[in-house]
């Protein structure tokens, strides 16, 4: 069990060897711990080979690793089948494979897909490129947006207004990456039939709380490792077994094959069943690796402590800002009187720009997220300020962020 204390820095050594530095972008990425470095380190080092395509003693070890990181995975998603987790490059990778991977091969003229115009680019974009890509192909699907509300989180009823009978899929955000509010989604998944398909971007949930695929009833949830400690270019989607008749590949290579076309003109593809179906190519093995690791050191710690922390700070952070008359909410746990609250808030500072205000902080060792944080919507239309934290940081680094924006206040 490690506990979050005094030395808990000492488990990232990046935070370690820069004691002043405060670390509030937790969102964009996390800081890697020790034992996550070495897991990748050890496999450059003592085994170095590919997965599951070799029988001598390293590249054993390998597949063996990635098999267990699969397994490991799966129980800490409570997931029923390893078969459904597949290795992605991250949470943009894994959101753009279940548009090609089944959005391709599923949708056809007048068939509807639900999605939030505020969300994350990578919840919306896929969608709307595959949407030109079928319209070249003479198929229209209509992509119908819906709303969230001024405390950043889904509104129901709307959702429950724009579902018809040509909704196919609702693409879903767990946490906001910039509102920060948590959303009910299994709530969401009573409103709309099982035939509809939920699609979640738990980017910013996974690792900051317990997160169970079976509990929110979703059909796919994609996430990044690099935003749970592991490192940049692995990810997660998960897919219930449920839809694995209705995917195809999306990329094909290795020991996937197309057969010649039959006599009928159709190309039959001869791959592995999932999860390779969707994993051709050399898979990110350190990568996937770190994530095992990532993992180790979030049971060790524990995700019960993890989200009573992160939430005590989010809170902590709040009451704050809120005495700072400049500080203006974007949408948001600050107009919410629930506690749906997970360590994201994003605020417009009267008298500086964002950018500013990122200077300013930087410059005194303080590293906050400033700009659109990779949105088209209502967070796109003026940069803002975004503060996002995790296991690692303290009710001081705090303190000592707001006593900048306090004396800017009175400048
Ligand atoms: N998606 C990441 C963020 O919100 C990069 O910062």
Known sequence: MIPIDHSFRKYFPGLYQQQKLVYLDSASTTQKPHSVLEGMNEYYQQYCANAGRGNYTWAQRVTDGINSVRAKVAAFVHAQHASEIVFTAGTT????????????????????ILYCPDDHKANVLPWLHLQALLQRFGTTIHLIPYRITSSGEIDHENIRAKASSKTRLITLTHIHNVFGTLNDIARI?????????LSLDAAQSVGHLAVDVQELGVDFLSFSGHKMFAAPGTGVTWIHTRIHDQLSPFLVGGEQEIASPSSSGETHLHTYEMPH??????????????LGRAIDFINDITLTTIEQHGKTLTYYLLHHLQQIPEVIFLPGIAYSKRPVGYGILSFYFEGYTASELGFILSSQNIYVRVGTHCTRGRAAQQDSVRISLHVYNTTEEIDTCMAILQELTSV
């Open 93 to 112: 990778a894994g959101l753009n494979m279940i548009a090609y991977a089944w959005g391709l091969h599923n949708l056809r003229s007048g068939d509807e």
């Open 189 to 197: 998944r009573t409103l709309v039939g099982q035939e509809v398909l």
């Open 277 to 290: 179906l969707l994993e051709a190519g050399t898979l990110n093995i350190p990568g996937i690796l770190s």
